[in-house]
């Protein structure tokens, strides 16, 4: 799939993304996660701290990264359902690579996380206004056109966002629900990853018919 296929997919994906940072920026600014740092998170070998680690860097301040990288040759690029299927093919060194980044932020302390997300994320509300529709970044799994990328990113957003409020029991529960339409849109991403991973009739299949044989969904990353 090249960038330019289901682009009414990505209108409007920056201002979305930012929205999605801000977001996330609130959520671990409340000292309800700083409390429960320390503490386990409901993903297996993460503290809370290294969640919101991992969501800070990888929902957010990535993009600042790649994008301070030279753009990669002009070539047919990846799409967001190329970029979750080859994520889907890391092995155990490459989820415990991704545990140990979110550790080694999380020992930095809530409030230096706070604070160079909040950073990165005001560079990010100015530079992403001022990057050409047809940008180009080096990301893993190949180049990637830049608003294909935010919808990446926004998954990564949403879905730890998730993860961090079932996490800790007293984050406010107002988070998500102005979130729904964020949410809408990760979920309408995540059956189109699962269309292009499994085939059309597997996902109809298991949206509409509880007699299918296999799991209950069909897995964007599985």
């Known amino acids: ?12 994906v920056r201002d979305d993304f930012l929205r999605g940072a801000r977001a ?11 409390a429960a740092w320390d503490e386990p998170s409901v993903l297996a070998g993460q503290t ?15 993009v600042d990264d790649h994008l301070d990288r030279d753009p990669p040759p002009p070539a047919t690029s990846a799409s967001a359902a190329d970029y979750f299927a080859a994520a889907a093919r890391l092995d155990e060194a490459g989820h415990r690579a991704i545990r140990e980044r979110g550790a080694a932020l999380a020992a ?52 730890h966002h998730d993860d ?11 988070g998500p629900e ?7 849109r990760v979920a309408g991403l995540g059956t189109a990853i699962a269309v292009a991973r499994h085939g059309p009739t597997a996902v109809v299949r298991h949206l509409f018919r509880t007699d299918v044989a296999g799991p209950a969904v069909v897995p964007v990353l599985g």
């Open 24 to 34: 996330v920026l609130d959520a671990l600014s409340d000292p309800a996660v700083a």
């Open 48 to 62: 809370v701290g290294g969640l919101a680690g991992h969501l800070a860097r990888g929902g957010v301040w990535v």
């Open 1 to 12: 799939m090249t960038a330019g296929e289901g682009s009414a997919t990505v209108v409007g």
């Open 164 to 174: 961090l409020a079932r996490s800790v029991a007293d984050l406010p529960a107002a």
């Open 108 to 159: 930095e302390g809530p409030e230096a996380i706070v604070g160079r997300l909040g950073e990165r994320l005001a560079a990010l509300a100015t530079r992403l206004g001022a990057e050409p529709a047809d940008r180009l970044l080096p990301v893993f799994g190949g180049a990637m056109a830049l608003d294909d990328y935010l919808a990446t990113r926004l998954v990564e957003q949403m879905v």
């Open 178 to 184: 102005d979130l729904r339409d964020l949410m809408a």
